[in-house]
Every structure is written in C-alpha cells, then in structure tokens.
C-alpha cells in the first residue's frame, strides 16, 4: 500500500510564487521517477516536471524558466517551486512516483489527490 499526499495548493495573484509539497510513504523499497501533472478544467492531464532518483529534471515547456522541481529521496518527498505564476497555470496539480515495493520487483506509478493551484489576472 502506497499513499501519496499532495499539499501547498491555493490562491495565489498572477507573477506569484507557490511552493507545493508531495510526501510518499507506505510499501516502498525504491522511488523511481517522481513529478507532477496537472489537469485545468476541460483539459486533459498533462505533465508539468518529473526528477528521476538521481536528480535529472524534465519540463513541460510552458513552464521553463519559471518552475524547479526537487526531491529529498531521505524523506520521500518531491517539490515544485512555481514562480512567475500565469492565470494559464490554474489546475488541479497531481503529484507521482514510480514506486518498486521490493528488491527486483518492477515499479508502479501511484498518483496523489490532487491540490488545486489557482492564479488570479
């Protein structure tokens, strides 16, 4: 059993600055990719940042330059600092982690709750 919990969402004035937080814990031998998508309304889900378990980082290009994307593998956790923050940026922001539960097992992607992300014009 593996949970993940999203938090640090919220209102936020355009060219604002959030920092959301993602904790994994439960069954885990090995956190493989981790990131963070996100779905606005009438939109499809969408890869926003992904870190790998030795810190290479990937972006979705509306966000280069604006957002970082960090993990404290100690802790299970993974961040995202959203900077420069655009009213395009609302969405529900959903945290993964490709997880291994054992020693040679294959890993599974776990996704989170959700945190709504809200940036006001």
């Known amino acids: 059993q593996v949970q993940l919990v999203e938090s640090g969402g919220g209102l936020v004035q355009a060219g604002g600055s959030l920092r959301l937080s993602c904790a994994a814990s439960?069954?885990?031998?090995?956190?493989?990719?981790m990131g963070w998508y996100r779905q606005a309304p009438g939109k499809q889900r969408g890869a926003v940042a992904a870190i790998t378990s030795s810190g290479s980082t990937n972006f979705e290009d509306s966000v280069k330059g604006r957002f970082s994307i960090s993990r404290d593998n100690a802790k299970n956790k993974v961040y995202l600092e959203m900077d420069s923050l655009k009213p395009e940026d609302t969405a529900v922001y959903y945290c993964f982690a490709n997880i291994a539960a054992g020693w040679g097992l294959h890993g599974y992607d776990y996704w989170g709750q959700g945190t709504q992300v809200t940036v006001s014009s």
């Open positions: 439960g069954s885990i031998f090995r956190i493989n990719a």
